[in-house]
């Protein structure tokens, strides 16, 4: 009996390999749901950076694995190198397992209290963590690598007339470039999200 119980736990134990294989196929499906085109860098870079929301593109950077959509590249002018700046985002954080939204600050009834995060770019490398607001709250100052993608094709200005709007972007980050609960757990999720230069 006891033989039987202990081979039963061993069955059902789930190896980070098989956590990591879970992912990939809960992206997959995601992608497949949600009617997404991947595109590689090479024709995101022939697309001068950009992708075709019209064709629900997505470009997937190989090195370590975000999906990236701009839907809006913003106004203003992108952070410089040695530059830093405070961003004031809204985002809406999507489980990809359960497909399910699990935190947001993106409603009417947030708007006094959007996320405010600190960025600082040294070279091709970005830095961050959050000043306050939800994901901070839920998960930590630590800004997860895959919010920092972004950066170098979008600019992060403060809109000053009714046609010029904010960067938006939409994300697929997997548990490597997430936050701390989504490494831990290996949970994927999927961000809408609009970085704006704090004035």
């Known amino acids: 009996m006891t033989l039987a119980v202990v081979v039963s736990s061993c069955n059902n134990y789930e190896t980070y390999g098989d956590k990591k294989e879970k992912e990939r196929n809960a992206i997959s499906k995601f992608i497949s749901d949600h009617n997404i085109t991947v595109i590689s860098e090479d024709q995101f870079n022939q697309q001068g950076k950009k992708t075709d929301v019209s ?22 002018s992108d952070l410089a190198d040695g530059g830093q700046a405070t961003l004031v985002c809204r985002y809406a954080e999507t489980n ?53 993608v972004p950066m170098p094709y979008i600019k992060i200005g403060h809109p000053t007339s009714e046609t010029e709007e904010c960067s938006r972007v939409r994300l697929i980050v997997p548990h490597t470039q997430g936050h701390a609960y989504s490494s831990s757990n290996v949970i994927p999720y999927f961000y809408e999200i609009t970085y704006e230069r704090e004035v």
Not at 55 to 70: A, M, S, T
Not at 111 to 135: C, E, H, K, N, W
């Open 55 to 76: 064709k629900n593109e997505y470009v997937k950077f190989d090195r370590n694995g975000v999906y990236l959509q701009i839907v809006r590249q913003g106004c203003g």
């Open 96 to 148: 990809i397992f359960a497909d399910t939204i699990q935190s947001y600050n993106n409603t009417p009834a947030y708007a006094a209290t959007p996320d405010r995060m600190f960025i600082s770019r040294a070279t091709s490398v970005y830095s961050a963590q959050f000043l306050d607001g939800m994901m901070m709250n839920t998960y930590g100052a630590t800004v997860p690598a895959g919010w920092l």
